[in-house]
């Protein structure tokens, strides 16, 4: 029985680095902000029947 403590608590351990690294990435790293053009045909903005 104290090795499955032992399993769980390493389990634990690992999901909860692992989410804090989440949270880090989440809170702290803010993407560069670009502009992006896509040209539309003209084709799409005419009603289709």
Do not use: C, H, N, W
């Amino acid at each position: 029985m104290p090795s499955l403590f032992r399993f769980l608590a390493f389990v634990a351990i690992v999901v909860g680095a692992i989410y804090g690294g989440m949270l880090a990435l989440a809170q702290f790293y803010d993407p560069p902000q670009r502009e992006i053009t896509v040209p539309v045909p003209p084709d799409r903005f005419s009603k289709q029947r």
